[in-house]
């Protein structure tokens, strides 16, 4: 009786040893490589090519293969959605030997399949294979799973067709962390094209503040400056303006490429409120106190402080000579420290008349942003 | 005399033919044929060493955090995304990020590399008063692609 216990003891811990292990290795990810991760095909309309890709298992595990088709974000990245009732196209082409395996640790297994290219048909088509690891569902966790997604990039050599698109909504947009120009862009036709976006932003009169070049967000974090767009599809397309820009009328001009295809120009005019805003509103600076000379010239110095604690630059007015006064700033850009001041001068000259008090506009850069605040110069009554 | 003869006309054969031969090599007149081999390496990734984890709280924060570092070895440009679904039971989406940026990490063209990412999750549950006390999953999908 002791014995038939002492071995029914030695059985249930032997199954509750093997449990807890199976639980431990469903909690691992099994590993794999895939190659290659980007198969192009060059094919006639009513072909059949073959094809094939390489699974490399790091640790023992079953994989799947689904058929996924793509689909380009507003951000340019590509999204990966799963076949829906009624797909047509290239997903509805691909056939697999195998829609799964299951792989010992170290093997390297080649999966074949074929294209099945109806006649007349044209243009480029993109679809992806999906290799990915049988779910893993855990209850008290966030599970992981690592899916490879094989693209087929199909291009048929029957394919014609020009290149074309259209940009819409060109404008500026002021954010948080900086001005932005952005605009969306068109691509028209049945293949994908390289976008090359650049717009000259001029004042109104004529001068060229900035040239800046657009680019989706997914080409921005390949640090790439032209944009990958797949045949009718929009896409965001944004860039940076580095240079302080003036209340008023701004004039925009964009220039796009698609390929080789040099479209239309897209002229813009916009009316531009850089007033300062949010943290940069509250920055104040000193009254200038100026007083009647004979000579109606007039020489302040005053200090300028930093109350962030972050570094911040001011930029003053260009020194100005005409028929009525002149002006200037000295130094005219400093860069202040948390906490830190610098004292400017400032010399004005009145050549016809008295000498009357004013309102200058400075550029203010906090963070990347670049904002207008006032100084006025005041008399010394006021 | 037939012999003679025969003689005499091989021997000018053969003259012509060392002539010609002789002429052709002088010219460098030599078949030569070329070949080109071509050898193309395709595009390939392989992302190891995720395991599950936990998000645990920050004290004194509604916030809960947890995170997992993986390697990626490619041999070119290629793209990691890391995408989640809602808490099971719960309208909660962890948001993701890859090396505290985005939740998207590109690698380099033309390059073979093998880099650590760091894979970290949060939920922020401030506003959420009625998830009852346990366990709470989800399934976090990263996704390797070339484009």
Known sequence: ?382 | MNKKLSKISKGVLLSLGLVMTSQASAEGNLDVKTSTANLTIGLYATLTGLDNFQMTKINGSPTYTGGDLFSLATNGAVRVTATTVALSGTTVVPSLTIDSGTNVVDTASNVVTSSNYQLDASANLSGINELAAGNYSSLITLTVSAI
Request: net charge positive.
């Open chain 1, 1 to 382: 009786m002791n014995r038939g216990i002492h071995v029914a003891s030695k059985i249930l811990l032997t199954v509750l040893v093997a449990c807890s292990l199976s639980l431990i290795s469903a909690t691992q990810a099994g590993e794999f490589s895939v190659s290659p991760m980007l198969i192009h095909v060059d094919e006639k309309s009513g072909r059949k090519p073959e094809f094939s890709f390489t699974i490399k298992a790091k640790s023992a595990g079953a994989v799947i293969f689904e058929i996924y088709k793509l689909k380009q974000l507003h951000s340019g990245h590509m999204e990966f959605l799963p076949l829906e009732d009624g797909d047509e196209g290239l997903v509805k082409w691909i056939t697999l030997e195998t829609d799964g395996a299951n792989l010992k640790k170290g093997e390297k297994r080649i999966i074949r399949g074929q294209l099945n290219i109806p006649s007349r048909t044209k243009g480029s088509h993109l679809a992806a294979i999906m290799v990915k690891e049988e779910s893993r569902v855990s209850t008290d966790s966030l599970a992981i799973t690592v899916r490879y997604a094989i693209v087929i990039d199909l291009k048929l050599a029957t394919q014609r067709g020009r290149l074309t698109g259209s940009l819409t909504n060109l404008k500026i947009e002021q954010r948080e962390e900086g001005n932005y120009v952005t605009a969306d862009f068109s691509n028209l036709s049945k293949l994908p094209g390289e976008l090359e976006s650049r717009v000259d932003i001029r004042n109104d009169n004529g001068r060229l503040i900035e040239r800046v070049n657009l680019v989706t967000e997914s080409a921005q974090q390949r640090a790439m400056n032209k944009s990958r767009v797949f045949p009718e599809t929009t896409v965001g397309i944004i860039g940076l303006i580095n240079s302080p820009i003036r209340s008023g009328t701004l004039h925009l001009s964009a220039n796009n490429r698609l390929g080789k295809k040099l479209l239309q120009r897209k002229k813009v005019e916009i009316v531009f409120n850089n007033k300062a805003s949010g943290l940069a509103a509250e920055y104040k600076l000193p009254k200038v106190i100026i007083s009647q000379t004979d000579q109606n010239l007039s020489k302040n110095k005053f200090t300028v402080h930093n109350p962030y604690n972050k570094t911040i630059k001011l930029r003053f007015p260009k020194s100005t000579r005409n028929k009525s006064e002149t002006y200037s700033f000295r130094p005219r850009q400093i860069t202040l420290n948390p906490g830190g001041d610098h004292e400017i001068e400032l010399s004005q000259h009145w050549n016809d008349g008295e000498i009357s008090p004013k309102v200058f506009l400075i550029d203010l850069a906090l963070d990347s942003k670049w904002h207008e605040v006032e100084l006025h110069t005041v008399f010394k009554n006021d």
